[in-house]
């Protein structure tokens, strides 16, 4: 099976940063697409940014300047490096992997998806 372990999350002031970062385990061949979301208390799971190997990356209106996604295909790995962090940007932030090759049990699968379990980004005084 494959794996996502979040990292960075926590407790942060207005005007603050933090980077989030996502790992892939397994017995992974390759990751399609690779990127996170936010779901605030009350509210639905939304995009915040994704990056597709040799594409821009895409981002929500919400988060254009402020923050920046990147990855290292070598170590599976995404980062979300957020600066000028606002009260609105509180949620849990989960990673995505999409259109994931991988071996499991001697058997190949290829396209699927999977999320990690989430990390809280809280911004508050």
């Known amino acids: 099976q494959v794996q996502l372990a979040e990292s960075g999350g926590g407790l942060v002031q207005p005007g603050g940063s933090l980077r989030l970062s996502c790992t892939a385990s397994?017995?992974?061949?390759?990751?399609?697409?690779m990127g996170w979301y936010r779901q605030a208390p009350g509210q639905q799971r939304e995009l915040v940014a994704t990056?597709?190997?040799?594409?821009?990356?895409i981002y929500a209106d919400s988060v254009k300047g402020r923050f920046t996604i990147s990855r290292d295909h070598p170590k599976k790995t995404v980062y979300l490096q957020m600066n000028n962090l606002q009260r609105d940007d509180t949620a849990v932030y989960y990673c995505?992997?999409?259109?994931?090759?991988?071996?499991?049990?001697?058997?190949?699968?290829?396209?699927?998806?999977?999320w990690g379990q989430g990390t809280l980004v809280t911004v508050s005084t």
């Open positions: 995505n992997a999409e259109n994931v090759d991988y071996f499991s049990d001697s058997r190949r699968y290829r396209g699927l998806e999977f």
């Open positions: 397994g017995d992974i061949v390759g990751i399609g697409l």
């Open positions: 990056l597709s190997g040799g594409r821009a990356p």
